[in-house]
């Protein structure tokens, strides 16, 4: 099972960015896809969700409005568009997968610094 995101970087407040997360190794489809972030010093936390039926999604409040999850299954990706971005939106981004009592698996990360 390999999760490989990319498209981290740095970015000027209120600029865009496009995380991409490339999946192999399980059935795709058949999870729900999420992205999570951690800032230093600060736990993990929930950003956006998509469901595996239906592309049903959720967003943290603090990124509705700003941020947006899609996934193409045809392509096993899952990709997070980010914009309007803010200073507190800096950290590590992590895309995860999940299947009830199937599996649970995480990327390596990757990094998104929003400063001028």
């Known amino acids: 099972v390999q999760l490989v995101e990319s498209g981290g970087g740095l970015v000027q407040p209120g600029g865009s960015l496009r995380l991409s997360c490339a999946a192999s190794g399980f059935t795709f489809s058949r999870y729900h896809m999420s992205w999570y972030r951690q800032a230093p010093g600060k736990e993990r936390e929930l950003v956006a969700t998509?469901?595996?039926?239906?592309?049903?999604?959720v967003y943290a409040d603090s990124v509705k409005g700003r941020f947006t999850i899609s996934r193409d299954n045809a392509k096993n990706t899952v990709y997070l568009q980010m914009n309007s971005l803010k200073p507190e939106d800096t950290a590590v981004y992590y895309c995860n997968a999940w299947r009830a009592t199937i599996g649970n698996y995480w990327g390596q990360g990757t990094q998104v610094t929003v400063s001028s």
């Open positions: 998509i469901t595996s039926v239906g592309g049903s999604t």
